[in-house]
């Protein structure tokens, strides 16, 4: 889109309280002229260079069903319970994965695995939920997502691209902007192969900007007995104009790259969704989850976490070797988790049932120090002994990472305040 045509967007959706650049640019001058002395152009600047100093990103790869530890990176070889999965010695002395991960082996110096996650939920749903959130489900509160946090402290509104974009397809019962509103729900990819769909503008130029009006006049008639979500619309409407028609959409081609490139991501849907997930990064996107299904190995578990494995080994690695030799590994945190663990014993389907007592997941940028583990379990994998990690404990890690700060608190509809986590300490070793 023109910068003519995205303030006409703007000043089309004005009825709806949609502020315009213009307005917005102005409105800064003078509180600036107001707060200092300084030129307000040098101010806005100014701060404007700091939030790109600062700002960090985070991606992650999320493994729905719950992966089991002891096939991915907490192999238990010497045990019965590890159920002869072989480990694979890494790059750094002293640190073995499961065979299935011989690409995140050679990359182990810039991974930390934390190896005593513990929660005391086993449904899916309300695992889900934790895991995302941070929180339990309440009927009272819809609490935002980890990505939705990260998209309003850390995302830049000036940007045409949306802060939050999930690749994979929508997650049962995880919600996303909540208390927020909806414009911190992410946009969700089904495929990373496809464009998103809906952003191919039915008609151009004046036609286009004659049909907003339109819209702007009907929203501002309508009684719809619902302000916030007759506020929420109009502004959807301009951000979902704007970005169809900005050339940042040709981040979302993964055909772009070179087949070079493709291939070293690989061929999964997966993998297509990490390539993705470096562009969207590149291009100023705050959050990016890349879901990847099927952990949910309740039968004949080793030759299908061995297949799934083989799906995410290969552009994970990928995926953090390239963050790092476009220089934004430190800025951005990778993290790879499911919503629990697996049982040590394998049950007489050949499986392994759910298992929150005792899980795995792995942290990678953004200030982590990698070539690490952190915590460890008994030698059946049955007890966490050493470190243990709790979910609100990894959640503020996470924020910990990205300069966000955990105790800051959103309120929700009914005036409650509610932290972004309540409890848990930053894990200090993956930043030692």
Known sequence: ??????????????????????????????????????????????????????????????????????????????????????????????????????????????LAIVRSLASKEGNHQRATYLLHHGHLPMASVQHPTLGANAARHLGDASRHLPNYV????????????????????????????RPPENTRPPVEGERFERRLRLMADLQANAATGDEASAADHPRLVAKAAEMI????????????????????????????????????????????????????????????????????????AQLVVDLEARGLLDSTLVVWMGEFGRTPRINPRGGRDHYPRAFNGVLAGAGIRGGQVVGATDPSGSEVVERPVTVNDLFRSVYHALGVDADHENVSRIGRPIKLVDGGEVVRELFS
Not at 81 to 107: D, M, Q, W, Y
Not at 183 to 188: M, R, S
């Open 1 to 110: 889109m023109s910068p003519t045509l995205q303030h006409r967007v703007a000043v089309a959706t004005q009825g709806g309280r949609v502020v315009s650049r213009r307005d917005f640019i102005g409105n800064a001058a003078a509180a600036a002229s107001l707060a200092g002395s300084a030129p307000w152009w040098e101010t806005l600047c100014a701060s404007a260079d700091e939030l790109r100093t600062r700002r960090k990103a985070c991606i992650l790869l999320w493994m729905q069903g719950g992966p089991s530890q002891f096939e991915t990176f907490s192999p238990k070889p010497q045990h019965p319970n590890g159920g002869g999965v072989k480990a694979l010695s890494t790059n750094v002395p002293g640190i073995e994965v499961s065979a299935n991960f011989p690409r995140c082996a050679e990359i182990a110096n810039r």
């Open 166 to 193: 999930r690749i994979g397809g929508p997650l049962a019962n995880a919600g996303a902007g909540g208390m927020l509103g909806v414009q911190y729900d992410p946009l969700v990819l089904g495929s990373a192969r």
């Open 245 to 316: 028609f900005s050339p940042d959409m040709d981040a979302f081609d993964i055909g772009r790259e070179t087949e070079a490139v493709r291939e070293a991501y690989g061929e999964s849907e997966f993998a297509a969704g990490c390539l993705m997930a470096r562009r969207l990064i590149e291009r100023g996107v705050t959050f990016v989850e890349v879901v990847h299904r099927g952990w949910d190995t309740h039968l004949d578990n080793f030759a299908k976490s061995s297949e799934l494995a083989a799906e995410v080994d290969q552009p994970m």
